[in-house]
């Protein structure tokens, strides 16, 4: 999956980001790198070498003041002009940040159909997690090449209706067809849909990165079959 991750560089340790890149790099085609941030200060001096070691695109802030978010907008509207500009270049967004401030610019590139995947610190709040597709924290388990994988609320809902529906339709091995475990689905919920979580088909939902890993899926002539892992 093509991929540009934007960073806020103010946000996050130039120390980290090697290991972020390398957990991109694993399930995804990493187009571009784009960094924000007032790098003629001091303390940003360390992203130099990070910089120039993976290409990064530098979208400079100099002389930002202090306190105020004039690097947060800029990668906003970097993220909107790649949205408008050069949807056809790619198909996520990983943003690098632990700033609540970007649960609005999620929102928006998710209803562009455009997935993201955050990475941040524990600290990061609920409401920027649940509104990326996929949300990572960075640090040791990150570093050790281990997912820390965080399911947003809506994910847990999803994953339950999903049991739920299999459970009442799978055969004695545990195997039910896909097309009728959607219809289950859309009758115990008709609000749910499928474009909610970013998957083009129904089916898609047991490959998503956050559900692959609970689901077994398989071909029988010309239907799709799914069971519980």
Known sequence: MKTICLIDAENISHRKIDDVV????????????????DFSRHSMHGWNKCIKRHRMTKIDQPGAIAGKNSSD????????????????????????????????????????NVRVIGYGEAKAP???????????????????NKEARVLPSVFKKLLKLLKRAIGSLCNATGWARISNVGREVRTLNPSVSHR???A???????????????????????????KLA
């Open 73 to 112: 907008i800029a990668l906003v509207v970097d993220a909107m002009d790649l949205l408008h500009t050069r949807r056809k270049e790619f198909e996520c967004i990983a943003l690098v940040t632990s700033d609540s401030d970007f649960a609005v610019l999620t929102r928006r590139l998710r209803k562009g």
């Open 196 to 198: 909610d979580f970013g």
């Open 126 to 144: 609920e409401a920027f997690r649940q509104k990326c597709t996929s949300y990572f924290e960075y640090g040791e388990a990150l570093a050790e």
């Open 200 to 226: 083009r088909r129904f089916s898609d939902l047991f490959r998503h990165e956050l559900l692959n890993d609970m689901f077994e899926v398989r071909k029988v002539g010309d239907s799709l079959e799914v």
């Open 22 to 37: 390398k957990h991109i790099q694993k399930t995804n085609q990493l187009a571009e790198i784009r960094i924000f941030g």
